[in-house]
């Protein structure tokens, strides 16, 4: 699987639980259901002249966040996937999914809720 853009409707009010369904950007026949969220990640907004923990000024982004998590596609014939990351990318808060790798998972842990 290679990251690839997609869309999220019907995320629950409550990111924690499954429920909701992710789809292929722009195709809206196929869809993937939540079946299962391991974690949530959010990377705080960067004002201008924020600093990161080694002085250095950071750019400026939005609020991101990502879920790691089991998706179901057996309703619209699409492959299942276990532990994918689902993630938004600055500057425009785009979702993209893509396979979770261990070392992806290590840079982010900090941002885990």
């Given at each position: ?21 992710v ?32 002085g ?30 689902l ?27």
């Amino acid at each position: 699987m290679e990251s690839s853009r997609v869309d999220l409707h019907n995320w629950p009010h409550n990111p924690a639980e499954p429920g909701g369904w992710v789809a292929p950007h722009g195709d809206p026949i196929h869809r993937w259901s939540v079946a299962h969220v391991h974690a949530r990640y959010i990377a705080p907004k960067v004002l201008p002249g924020d600093r990161d923990e080694h002085g250095r000024p950071m750019r400026p982004r939005i609020e991101l966040h990502a879920y790691l998590v089991d998706l179901d596609g057996s309703q619209f014939g699409l492959p299942d996937h276990e532990q994918v990351l689902l993630h938004q990318v600055p500057p425009v808060g785009w979702w993209l999914i893509k396979p979770a790798d261990d070392e992806h998972l290590a840079r982010i842990e900090r941002f885990k809720v």
